[in-house]
């Protein structure tokens, strides 16, 4: 009986010593309390305290941490919009004490100091400047959260504005501007474009026209240079100029109608296409010449009769 209860004894001390050792983990500080006093703090390794006595009354982190805080507020423009706010913070080694005894709650003390900087700064701005400026409310936050919690042991690293959310009808009605105004573009290019190809045609049809003249100019001077040659040969045989002219006309109709008797599928009418057509358009055109050139003879010679009678009037002088 006795050995038990040296053995129990024995166990009981063996526990009680091994209960004041204890381990804090890297980038931790434990705080140890005697009778509910702050006795000593404890970094990272393997420590000792007066079992029964003495007390880890808790431990702070060390490393960054980050909070994410949404707040949802209006801007001048009067639209809703929703803003993610991402604060990063780490417990200053030189005040851990004010850490962990000033701060009940250091997210929920964060958490206000970001929506009472936001809903101040925002409602500032329009909407598009919420998007453009997202930076200087992020500086705002930083400022305001520095002076507030270094007092309390917390050191602001950064700020981001990390989400800026509008209403989803807002998103709707901006991607419609968007798409309007890439439209409008859109159409604008295709308006120069369709117009420089109008150009190019134009253009295109210009030179051909110009061309095509050429061709004919050229095609009559050389039909022109041929009558020329061909009424001098027939000059040369004891023809005139006007029974060879008309002969020349006689015998392009007769080209004429071998051209057009030659395709089969031909629409063309040449009138007059009677056999003694020919010889009635040379007639024709004999008779008008001669006509013409006794016209011609006679106004010459009144003109000539006039001018002699207006150079013997006395009155004239």
Not at 39 to 45: E, H, I, K, T
Not at 206 to 214: I, T
Not at 272 to 280: F, H
């Amino acid at each position: 009986m006795g050995s038990f209860v040296s053995i129990f004894i024995v166990v009981i001390v063996f526990f009680i010593i091994l209960s004041g050792i204890f381990t804090v983990k890297q980038q931790t500080a434990a705080l140890v309390e005697r009778f509910g006093r702050f006795q000593v703090m404890r970094n990272s390794g393997l420590h000792f305290k007066i079992p029964l006595v003495d007390k880890i009354a808790g431990r702070i982190n060390l490393k960054i941490q980050q909070l994410d805080v949404i707040i949802e507020t209006k801007t001048k423009d009067d639209v809703f919009v929703q803003l993610k706010v991402s604060v990063q913070y780490q417990v200053t080694r030189s005040k851990i004490y004010d850490a962990f005894y000033k701060l009940e709650s250091p997210s929920a003390q964060i958490t206000s100091y970001v929506f009472d900087v936001v809903r101040a700064e925002v409602p500032k701005m329009k909407l598009d400047d919420v998007f453009e400026r997202k930076d200087d409310i992020a500086n705002a936050v930083k400022l305001e959260l520095n002076d507030a919690m270094l007092d309390y042991g917390y050191d602001i690293i950064r700020t981001l504005v990390t989400d800026i959310d509008p209403d989803q009808k807002v998103k709707d009605s901006m991607n419609r501007i968007n798409a309007s105004e890439r439209e409008k573009v859109a159409a604008e290019f295709e308006g120069e474009a369709e117009r420089i190809k109008i150009v190019a045609v134009a253009r295109a049809e210009a030179e051909s026209k110009r061309l095509q003249g050429q061709g004919i100019a050229d095609q009559r001077r050389e039909i022109a240079r041929g009558l020329e040659e061909s009424v001098e040969v027939l000059n040369n045989v004891g023809i005139n100029s006007q029974e060879a002219s008309a002969l020349i006309v006689v015998t392009q109709h007769y080209d004429t109608l071998q051209s057009v008797g030659s395709q089969s599928n031909s629409n063309l009418i040449l009138l007059p296409n009677a056999p003694e057509a020919g010889s009635n358009m040379l007639n024709d055109m004999i008779a008008s010449f001669t006509a013409s050139s006794q016209i011609g003879e006679e106004m010459k010679k009144q003109n000539e009769r006039k001018a002699a009678s207006e150079g013997d009037d006395p009155k004239k002088k």
